[in-house]
């Protein structure tokens, strides 16, 4: 068996050790995983994670692009697209509660990303937690956060235009509001609040913007 040449670190698989991290932050939150525990899982050294990223803040920083990329863009991405998802708002506060939903994304490879017994979102797990993150994960979740409610406020006005939603609401303040249900959501799942009571709490929450009686 050829060795390395003393003194040489062993090459690093950067792209699995993002993806040992992105299960495990997924799983059980991206503030309660340690440096340590992505190393041991993943078979490397803490120090050199360290030498690959610059610190845990990048490496979280990379797991939450990546996140973005593949779970939060493919259903986010269709609140633009109102006449094919005029009910993705539901749907996705569905998927949300009940851990999927096949209308919320016609991304084939979605469902395929999550780790067997993840809760929730991750970019909402990070929302919830991003006063413990470092600068650099905090500010992509903070940038992600602006576009979310910017793509719900545009699908507020086509909504209000489609006669779903009252005509008279603050599309800006209501999209900052819905933003907010959707960390209730994530909060509760955490406490494991049962899935139907958790859809009431947020059907209560909707009624105010609804002018035709929708429900998740």
């Excluded at 096949?102 to 999550?114: E, H, L």
């Excluded at 067997?116 to 970019?123: M, P």
């Excluded at 006063?131 to 905090?138: D, E, M, N, T």
């Excluded at 933003?179 to 209560?204: D, E, H, P, R």
């Amino acid at each position: 068996m050829k060795k390395n040449p003393v003194g040489r670190p062993k090459k690093l698989n950067r792209q699995h050790i993002i993806n040992v991290a992105f299960d495990q932050y997924w799983l059980h939150g991206i503030n309660n995983v340690s440096l340590s525990t992505i190393a041991k899982l993943a078979n490397v050294s803490r120090p050199g994670i360290y030498v690959e990223f610059g610190g845990e803040d990048a490496l979280q920083a990379e797991v939450i692009k990546k996140y973005i990329k593949v779970s939060a863009d493919p259903v986010h991405n269709n609140y633009n697209d109102y006449e094919n998802f005029p009910d993705q708002l539901f749907n996705h506060m569905d998927g949300l509660i009940n851990d999927g939903n096949p209308y919320v994304t016609n991304d084939k490879n979605y469902f395929k990303q999550r780790p067997k017994g993840a809760k929730g979102c991750l970019v909402q797990i990070s929302t919830l937690n991003k006063h413990v993150l470092g600068p650099v994960s905090k500010k992509l979740i903070n940038d992600y956060e602006q576009i979310r409610i910017n793509q719900f406020e545009k699908y507020i006005n086509n909504a209000k235009n489609d006669g779903v939603m009252h005509k008279n609401i603050d599309a800006n303040l209501y999209a900052k509001y819905i933003l907010a249900q959707f960390s209730l959501i994530q909060t509760l799942k955490l406490q494991n609040i049962s899935k139907s009571k958790i859809t009431s709490v947020i059907n209560i929450a909707l009624k105010p913007l609804l002018q035709k009686n929708k429900q998740i």
